[in-house]
């Protein structure tokens, strides 16, 4: 790192937050850019197509949909660039791909990173499964958070010159501000959009059924400002945020004024976080007024719905223990023992359940992620079902995997088929399931073997395929083997529909095609099929008349219900939502058809629905050119993305300089260049920072000159040092699902020179010759958290390495490990016991750099507590205290317990806290060679950490701690500790 002084650092750091974490921080930090944890495969053929206002880098493979995603973008700048009242002044950087079965986007515009769009469609039971085209709504609520993110004017304009594209005001709204903007304009420039949503509307009924909509129990304003572990989670922001952006546009109607576009306008040259003085110019009211009409107006229209829903008998619903927050894809075995299902909860992360029916007896059995179809075999022996996994560096696919319930072990049966959902023949040798690319989701059936100890799918063969990004849904065998029945989304239609598949006379039959959400088929055990429909604007089940061939509607519930099995004795099972999330139910279907048009609620406060032009004179609208496609090159998107300049003016002293941060499109190539001038010394400090993943590995190569262990007389400065050093490193992050393995290797070199002088001339002294290093490092992760974890509470971290130093010929060697274990003792209380130590074989006594340096506490504020790598290893207890050692080890145990759970604001503005927690420690260290009495260096101690949000975006943990250390004649004391430690800042 470049220590030009701590002061300049400080506001290096204050000027460039992403900066310094793509280019200062120690390399085992950065080895992971964002390249490698998005995927972006160096090894594909990239290809780029410009437009008019956009360019889009690609695999190869993908140019008919990157032709598609550029003729959205041309829309939705053609439109939007009016309504946001802004358009770039650049070319916006897109990416298309298609590494991930999960549908998602990503978009920031600080340092013009642009779009990256995933092709995948969503699952249906995704809140963005309400579209019309994905594709589509895709690129409209993605670039409206560019566009609004993007606009400076004012004195943003000019710093834009001075900074690059940093500090743009708009990105420091609240997420909900961005997010409910976004989920507006894909809202009002589709014909769907979430804010029209079934889903969104049950989540308030909900909250009013209970009485909490607008309660500390639920959601307030201030719990909106910041992270939500409870249901809806990450949802939140989406949700409240397009609510109240749709109740300030309501004042459109009014006005005649576009109130959002122009709160984007002025927004973007006022100071952020001043949120309510802007909305209040604009419309008279603040968001607090604004918050509490929408509450009023949603309560009103809402227990309306309620009675209106109550007007016929309501369903029975039995709700099963310890399946809230989001239990899906429940599935019976055909033995009636065995309830199989897949849940995410505040406690742990996603997984595969299977619970006792006659018992209640429930057992995790694996970690899981996405995918709702589960299925037994005939002999409720083996589960099969579909997961999430990290099949290679930079794909992230669904595979099918089977359960072993005697042997309690599962073994992966597909690989690179991206099969989802699937659905055992009740013969046995036929599997049916959903296969993704980047055409779609389509329909698939294979064979189902058992080959000595190990089941097989084999003969895989396609039985529909739509249009391009259609997708088929929870495909279901009929009880007789010989027909499937599924769901389809057609891209560019509204609504979801229900299709059947003859299997002997290969016949395709659509049974529900009414533009609404029809969904999760299912077969009774009498063959008719059962499906649930948005119909009502509730989600209900409803079971298909086939001689009549209309469906009726046999649950009434005030909420929502997905995902119907039917087990052996004809019950029925269900994901039921309540304000605590999706929970396992058991439910009581009617013999009666529910009167539907009497239930029916009323349509969600959304905007007209977009008509485009071509829509509304069919023929009128010609298509567009395609654009060129060209081999993808670095060189255009290298230039510098942001820059700051460095100045401090003291007494004596005045530092002048500057840095700069670039990366190509892809991440394949990075620099950082930095550069001070210090008037005392009249010496240049820099860093050169270079980074290349193009073959695999990520190469680093850095380059610093700059000044340190500066001594005064007085105000005099008297003599200092200067260090030069240089390495080149390579390190590869080996990724699984779940842990990863980074190892790395760099070869370094420094030269140490030293001045002295009165004051005013400096002499060079002596200068060190060249000390050549090389270091050989391995980290290994596989932690894992809680949405109301502390810390992590499971797994493990490990950190090894081996460095070799060369002086003159003379060699030492200094290996290092570090291992830190965490055990969940219940309710998120962790005991982790750590180990760490180091072992030099330093000779030479002229020579420190070997040594081995166990650091206590530093004198400073921010991240006052050293790491642990081959430089030195902290302890607690001694402050202000190093020992200069050949070896030492040190252990400690700390138990941490959570104290309160607060997450709430200040209202809008821009503080928010999270988790208050305890901790209590001991630790010791031990120091093979030092003498006797110091040989060990007991301490003990404990403390308060409070998690908070600043300035929307900034993690930030206080720590209120004392420590004691026993041996007060090697600096042992007790200590109370304050500090602030902020935590890393992405993009």
């Known amino acids: ?201 049950m989540v308030l009924r909900s909250a009013v059924e209970e009485n909490v909509l607008g309660d500390p129990k639920f959601i307030t304003l201030d719990k909106v400002n910041g992270t939500n572990p409870y249901y809806p989670g990450g949802e939140t922001p989406y949700l409240f945020g397009y609510h109240l952006m749709n109740e300030v546009a309501s004042h459109n109607k009014t006005t005649g004024t576009n109130i959002l576009g122009w709160m984007s306008k002025t927004s973007s040259e006022r100071f952020p976080y001043f949120i309510n003085g802007n909305l209040e110019n604009l419309t008279g009211k603040d968001w607090y007024e604004t918050w509490n009409d929408w509450l009023e107006e949603s309560k009103t229209r809402l227990t309306s719905d309620l009675e209106r829903i109550k007007s016929q008998p309501l369903t029975a619903v039995t709700k099963l223990p310890g399946t809230d927050y989001s239990s899906f894809g429940a599935t019976v075995s055909p033995d009636g023992k065995w309830l199989a299902y897949t849940q995410d909860s505040l406690h742990q992360r996603e997984g595969l359940y299977l619970r006792n029916l006659e018992t209640g007896f429930t057992k995790r059995i694996e970690d899981k992620i996405l995918g709702v179809g589960h299925s037994f075999t005939p002999d409720s022996k083996t589960l099969i079902y579909s997961s999430l996994q990290k099949e290679s560096q930079y794909t992230l696919f669904s595979e099918l995997k089977a359960h072993d319930l005697e042997k309690n072990s599962s073994e992966w049966l597909t690989s690179r088929l991206r099969a989802r959902d699937p659905s055992i023949s009740p013969a046995g040798n036929q599997v049916t399931f959903t296969t993704a690319d980047s055409s779609g989701v389509t329909l698939s059936v294979a064979k189902f073997t058992r080959e000595g100890k190990h089941w097989k799918v084999t003969d895989v063969r396609k039985l529909f395929v739509g249009q391009k990004l259609d997708r088929v849904s929870t495909p279901k065998f009929s009880p007789d083997s010989k027909h499937i029945v599924f769901s389809l989304h057609r891209n560019g239609k509204i609504g979801e529909e229900i299709f059947e598949v003859d299997l002997a006379a290969r016949k395709l039959s659509a049974l529900i095609a009414d533009q609404h959400m029809n969904r999760f088929p299912t077969y009774d055990s009498e063959g008719k099929i059962h499906f649930v429909s948005d119909l009502t604007g509730v989600d209900n089940i409803y079971r298909w008349n086939s001689a009549k061939a209309v469906p009726s509607q046999v649950t009434n519930v005030t909420t929502g219900i997905w995902m119907p099995t039917f087990a052996p004795d004809h019950s029925v099972y269900a994901s039921v939502y309540g304000n605590d999330g999706w929970s396992l139910a058991k439910v009581e279907l009617s013999d009666k058809a529910i009167p539907s048009a009497q239930v029916r609620v009323s349509v969600p406060p959304a905007p007209e629905p977009y008509v485009s032009p071509s829509e509304a004179a069919p023929g009128s609208a010609s298509a567009s050119a395609e654009a060129e496609i060209k081999d993808y090159s670095p060189w255009p998107s290298l230039l510098p993305r942001q820059w700051a300049p460095i100045l401090l003016i003291q007494p004596n002293e005045t530092l002048v300089g500057g840095q700069i941060l670039g990366y190509d499109a892809t991440d394949r190539h990075r620099y950082v260049l930095l550069g001070a001038f210090d008037s005392q010394t009249r010496k240049l400090d820099s860093l050169v920072a270079y980074s290349n993943r193009s073959f695999g590995p990520t190469f680093n190569l850095l380059s610093s000159n700059q000044t340190h262990n500066m001594f005064y007389h007085g105000n005099a400065l008297v003599s200092y040092s200067r260090k030069f050093e240089a390495s080149a490193e390579a390190s590869y992050p080996i990724l699984w699902t779940y842990s990863s393995l980074t190892p790395q290797i760099s070869i370094n070199a420094e030269r140490e020179s030293y001045f002295g002088g009165d004051g005013l001339t400096f002499n060079l002294v002596r200068k060190s010759h060249y000390i050549p290093s090389a270091d050989f490092s391995v980290v290994y992760k596989d932690s894992e958290s809680s949405r109301l974890g502390i810390s992590p509470e499971r797994g493990r971290t490990t950190f090894g390495g081996v460095r070799a130093y060369n002086d003159s010929g003379t060699k030492s060697y200094k290996g290092i490990l570090k291992d830190t274990e965490y055990f969940d003792l219940g309710k998120h209380v962790v005991l982790s016991p750590a180990i760490k130590g180091a072992i030099t074989s330093r000779t030479n006594r002229n020579l420190y750099t070997p040594d081995v340096f166990v650091t206590g506490r530093l004198s400073r504020i921010l991240n006052n507590l050293p790491g642990d790598d081959f430089d030195n290893l902290y302890i607690r207890g001694y402050p202000q205290t190093t020992f200069a050692v050949k070896s030492a080890i040190i252990h400690s145990y700390d138990l941490r317990f959570p104290v309160g759970r607060i997450f709430r604001g200040w209202g809008t503005h821009p503080i928010f806290l999270e988790n208050l927690s305890g901790f209590v420690f001991g630790e010791t260290t031990y120091l093979p060679t030092a003498r006797a009495a110091a040989r060990f260096l007991p301490s003990a101690g404990a403390g308060l950490r409070l998690e908070t949000d600043i300035l929307i975006h900034l993690p930030l943990t206080l720590n209120l701690e004392y420590d004691k250390g026993f041996k007060n004649l090697y600096g042992g004391k007790g200590e109370l500790i304050f500090g602030v430690n902020a935590g890393y800042i992405g993009f």
């Open 1 to 201: 790192m470049l220590k030009i002084k701590k002061t300049v650092l400080s506001l290096g750091v204050a000027a460039s937050l992403l900066l310094i974490s793509q280019g200062l921080l120690p390399s085992q930090a950065q080895a992971l850019g964002f390249g490698d944890s998005l995927g972006l495969s160096p090894f594909w053929e990239w290809k780029t197509l410009d437009t008019a206002h956009f360019s889009i880098s690609f695999p190869k493979e993908l140019s008919a949909e990157a032709q598609l995603t550029a003729k959205h973008l041309e829309e939705a700048h053609s439109l939007m660039t009016e309504s946001l009242y802004w358009e770039p002044k650049h070319r916006t950087q897109v990416l298309v791909i298609d590494n991930a079965d999960a549908a998602n986007g990503l978009t920031s515009a600080v340092s013009r990173f642009g779009m990256i769009l995933y092709l995948t469609p969503p699952d249906n039971f995704f809140s963005t499964a309400y579209y019309e085209d994905w594709l589509r709504l895709l690129v409209f609520h993605e670039y409206t958070h560019f566009l609004n993110m993007d606009a400076t004017r004012g004195i943003y304009t000019w710093l834009r010159y001075g900074f690059g594209d940093l500090l743009l005001p708009n990105s420091l709204w609240p997420t909900w501000m961005l997010e409910g903007l976004a989920v507006y304009n894909e809202t009002a420039y589709t014909r769907v959009g979430r804010g029209r949503s079934a889903y969104y509307d």
